[in-house]
């Protein structure tokens, strides 16, 4: 049987860098460590996290109860207003959002100062686009298809020639952004856009098509509730059967003499791959 496993698969740098600071910390720090929301979609990572003592805080609520600890906020980042509440908490954190995150957090802001209407592709349920949503400081809308953008502006006609910023969810479908580029260019007199895609997403999606078109079945490792595993998958079962695994003990026996390709998505951990 062949085996390839794609170059990109695994860990991307913003979520690299999380994992480390909230590691560095265990060994720095006597006090308790928390992370804003789990640091990252993948269950091991987090449970290991847990045994060495670091607690995932869910909610406002539960961040306004804490008397001690440091706080970690995780790569996907905060509203402005979670910020403000942890300052105000007077305890010490560290800011672990991903800097391509974070420039995204300055557009949404700034599109709001200069009179602009913030566009963003995405899903208003993902913490990260949650978390942008709250440096928004004007008007704003999040549509996660070409098709929700059509129905927008046909629902907002006024849009069409306000002043538009439009950027998108780091983890955005590369396709799918190029056809709401399209709607945009032929609807929209007034939009400056902003490719907010990260690379190493573009780079991920377009070597699992590659390998999905090569070979006979690909497997995707990584957390079933993580937004860019599950747009790999979807890829991929585009062009060949696909399997989501979490764990190796889910991989599906395969017959001899296929090939099969595995990627994965930005949380998993290199000895899960492996
Ligand atoms: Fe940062 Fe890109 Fe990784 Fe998201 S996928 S954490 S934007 S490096």
Known sequence: MEVIVAKTAGFCFGVERAVDKVYEQIGKTERPIYTYGPIIHNE??????????????????????????VVVIRSHGVAQAVEEEIQ????????????????????????????????????????????ILGHCKGENFTVKSNQELVDLLKNHPEL???????????????????????????????????????NATARRQKEAKTLAQRCDRMIVVGGRDS?????????CAEHCETYLIERAD??????AGLSVGITAGASTPASIIK
């Open 250 to 255: 889910e991989l599906p026996v395969f017959s």
């Open 160 to 198: 069409r020639t306000k002043p538009l910023a439009f950027a998108a969810q780091t983890t955005f479908h590369a396709g799918e952004w190029e056809k709401c580029l399209e709607t945009l260019k032929k609807l929209c007199t007034n939009a400056a856009v902003f490719a907010t895609i990260c």
């Open 88 to 131: 105000a908490l007077g305890l010490p954190y560290v800011d672990a959002t991903c800097p391509f995150v974070k420039k995204i957090h300055q557009l949404a802001a700034e599109s709001g100062e200069q009179g602009k209407v913030f566009l963003l592709a995405g899903d208003k349920d993902h913490p990260e686009v949650k978390g």
């Open 227 to 235: 937004s860019n595993t599950a747009k790999l998958r979807d890829i």
């Open 44 to 69: 091991e990572v987090v449970r290991d996290l847990e045994e060495k003592g670091v607690r995932v805080i869910e909610s406002e609520e539960e961040l306004k109860a804490l008397s001690d600890g």
